[in-house]
């Protein structure tokens, strides 16, 4: 004979709440677990290189140097090393495909929940060791995949609402994302091969709304039990994903190809400004205003202080002027996935160095006339700071800098994020020489 606890148990577990929890509830013919699978098949293929993207930033960002942000993050960080410099589009292309292709897979990361929500509501939520693995995971993978979605998406607009800092949140809750989406592949990765060999997507894709049918009853209990009269075709439901990832696609491409040229096409943007006149209209990421840098800071008195190799110098930015120019057309290219080719002027690092008595500085520390903010200064190493295009950068395009783009000098070195080509720069220190 059952306990009393027994017999409340099976009760419980034949009475499921009211609503969602009930099966007859869900009743759209489209879902099943093929749907789901093709949604599935398109983030297998998108999402690690949303992830390796998005950790190959915080490389570049110099964890080394103690310059990325979280900083201490124990054993969850990718090797570090210096980011190279050889190809100069290299983190513009990186972080463009970040963004880019984060924000054209919401459509499909929307889809792909809408096909397993009856999964949400399973009654009882785990009977077994496995299940309840599945749905830990599950919870992490979709709490993970919309904080990651979310957040990033706000951190392009600038839009901070959410009150913490960004690069630490975002770090630690893709980590969450990865452990939840690598446990959800490896119980589910069998049963998406298997289905997707049952049903011919080109078929699919020709069948019109009246020839739409539900899905056959399965274990993974996706189709409906009692299907209603099909709204839309699956071919449409492809085509409104498809057209969805296309259409922001387009919307946010723009901040990255073209050199800038095409940020018009960024409708989605809020960079879609001027923030210049003619040779110097090109993206700010942090204006003179907004890091309290006055004219009077980088008037006549201002001097760049160079050390650290034993022979310290004082220079004006005439002095600076007078010595060998040279000229890079090079990118800035930022975490929100924008990006800008311009053409610059100034002195070589590595001849700045060799006046300072360091022909060949291990690291390299820079710092600005900003006085507070988390990217007033930046460390750089060896390779970057010798690469031949690496500049204290005094003109753009064939003018002055102006005050916003970080007026009297800049570092500008290739491959490197935005947020490392210090603005107003007024000392430069050689170590390791």
Same mark, same amino acid.
């Given at each position: 004979?059952?306990?009393?606890?027994?017999?409340?148990?099976?009760?419980?577990?034949?009475?499921?709440?009211?609503?969602?929890?009930?099966?007859?509830?869900?009743?759209?013919?489209?879902?099943?677990?093929?749907?789901?699978?093709?949604?599935?098949?398109?983030?297998?293929?998108?999402?690690?290189?949303?992830?390796?993207?998005?950790?190959?930033?915080?490389?570049?960002?110099?964890?080394?140097?103690?310059?990325?942000?979280?900083?201490?993050?124990?054993?969850?960080?990718?090797?570090?090393?210096?980011?190279?410099?050889?190809?100069?589009?290299?983190?513009?292309?990186?972080?463009?495909?970040?963004?880019?292709?984060?924000?054209?897979?919401?459509?499909?990361?929307?889809?792909?929940?809408?096909?397993?929500?009856?999964?949400?509501?399973?009654?009882?939520?785990?009977?077994?060791?496995?299940?309840?693995?599945?749905?830990?995971?599950?919870?992490?993978?979709?709490?993970?995949?919309?904080?990651?979605?979310?957040?990033?998406?706000?951190?392009?607009?600038?839009?901070?609402?959410?009150?913490?800092?960004?690069?630490?949140?975002?770090?630690?809750?893709?980590?969450?994302?990865?452990?939840?989406?690598?446990?959800?592949?490896?119980?589910?990765?069998?049963?998406?091969?298997?289905?997707?060999?049952?049903?011919?997507?080109?078929?699919?894709?020709?069948?019109?709304?009246?020839?739409?049918?539900?899905?056959?009853?399965?274990?993974? $209990?996706?189709? *409906?039990?009692?299907?209603?009269?099909? !709204? /839309?075709? +699956? #071919? =449409?439901? &492809?085509?409104?994903?498809?057209?969805?990832?296309?259409?922001?696609?387009?919307?946010?491409?723009?901040?990255?190809?073209?050199?800038?040229?095409?940020?018009?096409?960024?409708?989605?943007?809020?960079?879609?400004?001027?923030?210049?006149?003619?040779?110097?209209?090109?993206?700010?990421?942090?204006?003179?205003?907004?890091?309290?840098?006055?004219?009077?800071?980088?008037?006549?008195?201002?001097?760049?202080?160079?050390?650290?190799?034993?022979?310290?110098?004082?220079?004006?930015?005439?002095?600076?002027?007078?010595?060998?120019?040279?000229?890079?057309?090079?990118?800035?290219?930022?975490?929100?996935?924008?990006?800008?080719?311009?053409?610059?002027?100034?002195?070589?690092?590595?001849?700045?160095?060799?006046?300072?008595? $360091?022909?060949? *500085?291990?690291?390299?520390?820079?710092? !600005? /006339?900003? +006085? #507070? =903010?988390? &990217?007033?200064?930046?460390?750089?190493?060896?390779?970057?700071?010798?690469?031949?295009?690496?500049?204290?950068?005094?003109?753009?395009?064939?003018?002055?800098?102006?005050?916003?783009?970080?007026?009297?000098?800049?570092?500008?070195?290739?491959?490197?994020?935005?947020?490392?080509?210090?603005?107003?720069?007024?000392?430069?220190?050689?170590?390791?020489?």
């Amino acid at each position: 004979m059952k306990s009393r606890a027994t017999r409340l148990y099976d009760w419980v577990i034949a009475h499921p709440p009211p609503g969602p929890f009930h099966r007859s509830a869900w009743r759209s013919p489209l879902r099943g677990t093929w749907l789901t699978s093709v949604f599935g098949l398109v983030l297998l293929v998108g999402l690690p290189v949303v992830i390796i993207t998005g950790l190959l930033s915080y490389v570049a960002y110099g964890p080394q140097y103690g310059q990325a942000f979280p900083g201490d993050v124990g054993w969850l960080h990718p090797p570090s090393s210096d980011w190279p410099t050889a190809w100069h589009s290299l983190y513009r292309v990186t972080q463009g495909l970040h963004v880019a292709l984060g924000i054209a897979l919401i459509p499909v990361v929307l889809a792909k929940l809408w096909s397993v929500i009856p999964k949400l509501f399973t009654w009882p939520p785990a009977v077994s060791v496995k299940q309840a693995v599945e749905r830990i995971s599950l919870l992490m993978l979709v709490g993970g995949i919309l904080f990651e979605l979310v957040t990033g998406v706000l951190n392009t607009q600038y839009d901070y609402i959410f009150g913490f800092d960004f690069y630490t949140a975002h770090y630690w809750g893709a980590w969450i994302f990865i452990a939840g989406f690598v446990v959800h592949v490896g119980l589910k990765l069998p049963t998406m091969l298997r289905t997707l060999r049952t049903r011919s997507l080109r078929t699919e894709l020709r069948t019109p709304l009246p020839a739409t049918v539900a899905e056959p009853q399965d274990e993974n $209990a996706l189709a *409906p039990v009692a299907p209603a009269p099909a !709204s /839309l075709s +699956r #071919r =449409g439901l &492809f085509g409104l994903v498809a057209g969805s990832s296309a259409l922001l696609t387009v919307a946010t491409l723009g901040n990255t190809v073209g050199g800038g040229s095409l940020r018009w096409t960024a409708f989605l943007s809020v960079r879609g400004l001027s923030y210049g006149d003619g040779p110097t209209d090109f993206q700010v990421n942090r204006t003179a205003r907004t890091a309290k840098i006055t004219p009077a800071m980088v008037g006549p008195a201002w001097r760049l202080r160079l050390t650290g190799g034993g022979a310290e110098r004082v220079l004006t930015r005439e002095q600076l002027l007078a010595m060998p120019q040279h000229t890079a057309t090079l990118p800035i290219a930022c975490v929100e996935g924008w990006s800008s080719v311009q053409t610059w002027t100034g002195v070589r690092l590595r001849d700045l160095a060799a006046l300072a008595g $360091a022909s060949s *500085p291990h690291t390299t520390s820079v710092r !600005s /006339l900003e +006085r #507070r =903010g988390a &990217f007033n200064h930046a460390t750089y190493g060896h390779g970057q700071v010798h690469d031949e295009d690496a500049l204290l950068a005094l003109r753009v395009n064939g003018v002055d800098l102006s005050i916003d783009h970080g007026y009297p000098a800049r570092v500008i070195i290739p491959a490197l994020p935005g947020v490392h080509q210090t603005k107003w720069v007024t000392s430069m220190d050689f170590r390791g020489a």
